[in-house]
């Protein structure tokens, strides 16, 4: 379908303006709304993902492409709903009570979107208790924790305490600058990623798909 590799470089390149003439078009010709988001958008937010990971581009170029994404996604939303497409799975997101950066956590959240995941994000200086009730009332399948401060990290511990106290199958995802696997195993996260990409990787791992 030589559409999709079309919409899929305009979403690499980040090309606002022709992925969403591409998106329509692709409506038009009845293309399926599930290939259109697999083999077009999120084909090109993983090839964005790859490339970041390898460091080929930077956070720029994701969050254009990412932009790209959103323009597209605007319009096809109604469609995947119509057609009963579900996302990969529900993702509470946020950073941590204390804590009030939010680059790396909005890298992460626009990285699971173009990924298929409904991600609700939370903002920052996100308390224990909210991230609990947000997956409770979401049904959330991961609750995706960032800090950049190392005075904050004890709010992922206290998160991860709630989520086992609650009996919750939600599994947690940590992150951010001052953040490592040790730490994530030592308070008992299901799962640390040390960027964007790899989060996404972790998310769609934990839960299994």
């Known amino acids: 379908m030589a559409d999709m590799k079309a919409l899929s470089e305009a979403i690499i390149n980040g090309d606002q303006a022709a992925a969403l003439v591409l998106t329509k078009s692709a ?7 599930e290939i259109i988001l697999n083999e077009g958008l999120i084909a090109g937010m993983n090839t964005i993902g790859e490339r970041f990971k390898n460091n080929e581009v930077y956070i720029p170029e994701v969050l254009i492409a990412a932009r790209a994404m959103k323009t597209a996604m605007e319009v096809l939303e109604p469609k995947l709903i119509e057609a009963g497409v579900e996302p990969v799975g529900k993702a509470v ?32 200086d996100v308390s224990a208790q909210k991230f609990l009730e947000k ?31 609650a009996g919750l199958s939600v599994k947690t995802m940590i992150g951010g600058a001052p953040v490592t696997q040790n730490y994530a195993d030592k308070i008992g996260a299901d799962g640390y990623a040390p960027d964007a990409a790899s989060a996404v990787d972790l998310a769609k791992s934990l839960i299994g798909k």
């Open 27 to 33: 409506i038009s010709g009845n293309v399926p709304a």
């Open 93 to 124: 997101i946020g950073t941590v009570q204390g804590d009030l950066h939010d680059i790396g956590k909005n890298l992460v959240a626009m990285m699971l979107k173009g990924a298929g995941f409904d991600v609700i994000d939370l903002g920052v």
């Open 135 to 165: 997956a409770k009332e979401t049904k959330a399948k991961i609750i995706g924790m960032s800090a950049l401060l190392t005075t904050t990290m004890s709010s992922m511990e206290k998160t991860v305490k709630a989520v086992k106290d």
